[in-house]
């Protein structure tokens, strides 16, 4: 297994699609560091999983939205050993238009899903030295076909995606990034389908959270070669 032994640091990996990227890292044989701002119970609960299918799984609350936090989490990260991967997973997702929109919610969006990837990358970078590592950011198919909906998610996300290529180059050679780009994966937490969603896939289907686990590790695991791609995971929902 070729993560077996190596650290990888999960942001937002208590729950939800944080989770599943945690589970497929372990179940690789790599050690993970569970990011979680307020999902405590959660992320306690991930951690005796992981540990009780024979795997290391370390915790660490931070909140992303506080760049001081966020600027720090990386050295603590490398108490529990030198990191080997970074995935920036953990984001606010808000249903605001241009017309709803707040400056505290434009903020609050900026500073989870695009200042705290960049101070985290940036002190991955400067940790890792020599050593070569891996960054995978967690993207919208919005990033790369941006709308008038849910406009400052949106518009962090298509920041994130510059930042990915823009990281590219000035990590290489040692550190490939690349992104994700997700479409229909996840349903909501409350249950609630929303109204004609796959209508606009051409998969015509959820994606499996396995797939996106799959994707995950190609990333991690796959040719250090490809860096600043991004592959949308979406069922051909950008094509639409």
């Known amino acids: 297994m070729q993560l077996k032994g190596k650290n990888v640091l999960i942001t937002g990996a208590a729950v939800r699609l944080g989770a599943q990227m945690a589970r497929s890292v372990a179940?690789?044989?790599?050690?993970?560091?569970?990011?979680?701002?307020?999902?405590?119970?959660?992320?306690?609960?991930?951690?005796?999983?992981?540990?009780?299918?024979?795997?290391?799984?370390?915790?660490?609350?931070?909140?992303?939205?506080?760049?001081?936090?966020?600027?720090?989490?990386?050295?603590?990260?490398?108490?529990?050993?030198?990191?080997?991967?970074?995935?920036?997973?953990?984001s606010i997702f808000e249903d605001i238009n241009l017309a709803t929109t707040k400056l505290a919610d434009w903020q609050r969006h900026l500073d989870v899903n695009l200042t705290a990837p960049f101070l985290l990358s940036q002190a991955f970078w400067n940790a890792a030295g020599q050593r070569p590592g891996r960054i995978v950011n967690l993207l919208d198919w919005r990033a790369?076909?941006?709308?008038?909906?849910?406009?400052?998610?949106?518009?962090?996300?298509?920041?994130?995606?510059?930042?990915?290529?823009?990281?590219?180059?000035?990590?290489?050679?040692?550190?490939?990034?690349?992104?994700?780009?997700?479409?229909?994966?996840?349903?909501?937490?409350?249950?609630?389908?929303?109204?004609?969603?796959?209508?606009?896939?051409?998969?015509?289907?959820?994606?499996?959270?396995d797939e996106l686990g799959q994707t995950l590790l190609f990333l991690l695991t796959g040719p250090a070669y490809i860096t600043g791609e991004i592959i949308h995971l979406d069922g051909g929902r950008h094509l639409v």
């Not at 479409?183 to 209508?199: H, Q, R, T, V």
């Open 27 to 90: 179940a690789e044989g790599g050690n993970v560091i569970i990011h979680h701002n307020s999902s405590q119970a959660e992320a306690e609960a991930l951690q005796a999983e992981l540990q009780q299918a024979g795997g290391q799984a370390h915790l660490l609350q931070a909140d992303l939205g506080d760049p001081q936090q966020a600027g720090h989490l990386i050295e603590r990260a490398g108490e529990h050993g030198p990191l080997f991967a970074l995935v920036n997973s953990a």
């Open 144 to 209: 790369l076909r941006p709308g008038a909906d849910h406009l400052p998610y949106t518009i962090s996300k298509v920041g994130l995606a510059g930042l990915t290529r823009s990281l590219a180059t000035a990590m290489a050679p040692n550190i490939s990034v690349n992104g994700i780009a997700l479409g229909a994966i996840l349903p909501p937490s409350d249950g609630a389908e929303p109204s004609g969603i796959l209508k606009n896939v051409p998969a015509g289907r959820w994606a499996e959270l």
